[in-house]
């Protein structure tokens, strides 16, 4: 019985396309690696320590994924780095954090991206994305501080786009802190003081828009 013969040239070329099919599979970013790299890039120490990210990044070697094998091994180096290295590197974020140029914010976020800090990168872009917003469209905070007694806060909208303690000592002869962030440029904002003295007190923000200033009939005199 005759058997059916397949040209050399068109078994060569089957062979090639799946090759190709085999090597595109190995190189693709499926969406199962996709979450474990992200994943792995916003993990803790104690979540994801350096020596399970270098594995981690040996294996997406393997697989053909060279950006994503340099951030995994990038990461683990940060994890690595002696405690003086850690503290300055601590120190810049907290300068640009306290920054308003914005061109030398992204310079940092740059770097920390490039060293495979994701995190602390996208975290400066967040502030620095607020920065723009707010000299795009001013806001003004107005302060009610319940039970008063010469207690005073000054916010500057600027400054709540990371959270910090706010004091509101003002003229009073004691002081109480209290935690603000960026929640308060979008939302009225209702928090509880640290307790003083055996009290505390609710501080309400509210930051909005300023009116425009609208002039009165006799501004209109000549």
């Known amino acids: 019985m005759w058997g059916i013969v397949v040209p050399a040239f068109l078994v060569g070329g ?3 396309v799946a090759a190709r099919k085999v090597k595109a599979r190995k190189n693709a970013l499926t969406e199962k690696r996709k979450e474990t790299f992200e994943r792995a890039m916003v993990s803790s120490n104690d979540d994801m320590p350096s020596d399970r990210l270098y594995r981690l990044a040996d294996e997406f070697q393997r697989v053909g994924l060279k950006e ?3 951030l995994l ?3 683990a180096a940060l994890r690595d780095m002696s405690p003086e290295e850690k503290k300055r590197n601590s120190e810049i974020l907290q300068r640009a ?3 308003k140029n914005l061109e030398a914010i992204e ?3 740059k770097a920390f991206e490039e060293k495979g800090a994701v995190g602390a990168a996208a975290s400066l872009r967040k502030y620095s994305s607020g920065i723009s917003n707010l000299r795009a469209e001013p806001k003004e905070c107005v302060v009610e501080i319940a039970d008063n007694h010469g207690h005073k806060l ?5 400054d709540l786009l990371r959270k910090r303690d ?4 003002g003229e009073a002869d004691h002081d109480h802190i209290v935690r603000l962030g960026p ?3 979008e939302h009225n904002i209702v928090v509880e003081s640290s307790e003083t003295n055996g009290h505390t007190h609710r501080v309400s923000v509210q930051c909005k828009q300023p009116q425009a200033a609208t002039s009165s009939p006799e501004d209109s005199v000549s």
């Open 97 to 99: 954090f306290t920054s």
């Open 14 to 16: 089957l062979s090639l």
């Open 183 to 185: 929640a308060a440029l």
């Open 68 to 70: 994503q094998t340099n």
């Open 107 to 109: 310079k940092v976020a």
């Open 73 to 75: 091994r990038k990461r």
């Open 166 to 169: 706010w004091s509101i000592k």
């Open 154 to 158: 000054d916010l500057i909208p600027e």
